[in-house]
């Protein structure tokens, strides 16, 4: 207990969170600060690049075993599977209709890329490695949630939820998927020496980045939750805390069961607590348009992003290190 | 100078559905249009802002497109079978154009 709180309080004062906060204390004090949205995409293709690219590099000079293809596949199952869980949580937790709910329930079992970043880069502050397929994992992670989120609809709903071709090639193609999937497969392709190459570019001004971005996000936070604070219920509020804790621990048991490092183990967690922000709120007002957006970005953004940021990130590595002895 | 009557169609509708407006107008003949970006706004589903956008969700377009009167029915029903279900507002003005031809 005493090393997660030690973990926390060290996380908690990271140049990351702390931008974070800014972001979050400018938005609720009305300051008129703000990236430009133009910067923030800039940012945010920085970031998938990056981290794709890294991975893939890694990939190829640990080279690649049956333990990758498990990965995906449960990552693949687990995106299909949260959304349910998240389901039936927010129905015995909430008040939610069918439809929101089903909608919530479809972030809950994407990912956010953002989460995924800040935690590798805990992961490496503290010494540890991970498999450097787990940006892949994450990639196949964002899409499978959204079609969950549709059956439940179609199941339970009333509702009839839109699923057009169209659809389908937008989700399967988000820009955010292409990018870090390309990069992923040109840092595999050119390995280590092309890591070196452009290391300048991508390794050391990292951290720089991730701190503006995550200055905006906070500034997105922080307005979502001042403007839309009245569709935040205590059980919402609950659930929004309470579904990364029940997310992690599918993904701490697909971690286990695959035999990942401590590192792996907890970005798997990591990636299973996470709530999307990107591809399902997009694909959302598409499918489903009668569900309220401001409920689903919210929770996404405003309640279980910051909880995973500061709380959740040192207690997925606490818990990994100690069930696998790292 | 020689002026002509046209209706002015003005669609504000969400970001995520720009692609697929534009494709039902073109499909029923209305080639021109223009696309502009909405800074923000206000209205029944809440407040929107594009800044700090990190997703095309929350986000908001304005079509615009101009044409003759006796289009305006198809344009209508091609436009309404997009925007039905979703957030957004269809308006449409009087307005003259020259080159009349154009249109």
Redesign the interface.
């Known amino acids: 207990m005493d090393g997660i709180l030690a973990l926390a309080a060290d996380n908690l004062l990271s140049p990351i969170i702390l931008f974070f906060a800014l972001g979050v204390a400018a938005a609720f004090a009305r300051s008129d600060l703000?990236?430009p949205?133009a910067v923030?995409k800039g940012l945010?293709i920085y970031l998938l690049f990056a981290i794709g690219f890294k991975g893939g590099a890694s990939v190829a000079s640990h080279g690649i075993d049956a333990t990758l293809v498990l990965s995906l596949v449960a990552g693949v199952v687990l995106s299909f599977l949260l959304p349910v869980v998240a389901f039936g949580l927010l129905k015995g937790m909430t008040r939610l209709s069918v439809t929101d709910a089903a909608a919530v329930a479809g972030h809950y079992g994407s990912i956010s890329i953002v989460t995924f970043v800040a935690a590798s880069s805990v992961i490496t502050s503290v010494g540890l490695s991970s498999e450097g397929y787990m940006v892949a994992v994450a990639a196949v992670m964002e899409a499978p949630a959204i079609l969950s989120a549709l059956w439940i609809i179609a199941r339970f709903g009333k509702t009839q939820a839109?699923m057009e071709e169209?659809l389908v090639r937008e989700i399967l193609l988000n820009g955010s998927i292409v990018l870090l999937v390309g990069s992923f497969v040109i840092g595999w392709i050119t390995g280590e020496e092309g890591l070196e190459m452009i290391a300048p570019f991508i390794v050391a001004p990292f951290q720089g980045v991730l701190c503006l971005f995550l200055l905006?996000?906070g500034?997105?936070a922080g307005?979502g939750l001042r403007?839309?604070r009245s569709v935040l219920t205590p059980g919402l509020f609950a659930f929004g805390v309470l579904m990364p804790l029940v997310g992690s621990a599918f993904g701490l048991a697909a971690g286990l069961l695959l035999g990942l490092s401590p590192g792996g183990v907890m970005l798997f967690m990591t990636l299973a607590a996470s709530a999307s922000?990107?591809?399902v709120?997009?694909a959302?007002?598409?499918a489903l348009?009668?569900a309220n957006?401001?409920i689903y970005?919210t929770l996404s953004?405003g309640v279980t992003f910051p909880f995973n940021l500061t709380l959740g990130i040192p207690i997925y590595l606490a818990v990994a290190r100690a069930l696998t002895g790292g | 100078m020689q002026t002509q009557k046209a209706k002015r169609v003005e669609i504000t509708i969400?970001a995520?559905?720009e692609?697929?407006l534009t494709a039902a107008l073109i499909k029923a003949g209305v080639t021109g249009f223009t696309i502009l970006p909405v800074l923000g706004g206000s209205g029944r589903?809440?407040?929107w802002?594009?800044?700090?956008?990190?997703?095309?969700?929350?986000g908001m377009v304005s079509v615009v497109c101009i044409i003759r009167p006796e289009r305006l029915e198809t344009l209508l029903e091609a436009a309404f079978e997009v925007v039905e279900?979703?957030?957004g507002v269809v308006s449409v003005t009087d307005c003259e154009v020259l080159r009349a031809e154009r249109f």
């Open positions: 703000s990236v949205e923030a945010s839109e169209g905006d996000m500034l997105v307005r403007e839309a922000y990107i591809a709120p997009a959302m007002r598409v348009p009668e957006p401001s970005l953004l | 969400e995520v559905m692609d697929r589903s809440g407040q802002s594009r800044e700090g956008q990190v997703s095309r969700a929350g279900r979703h957030i």
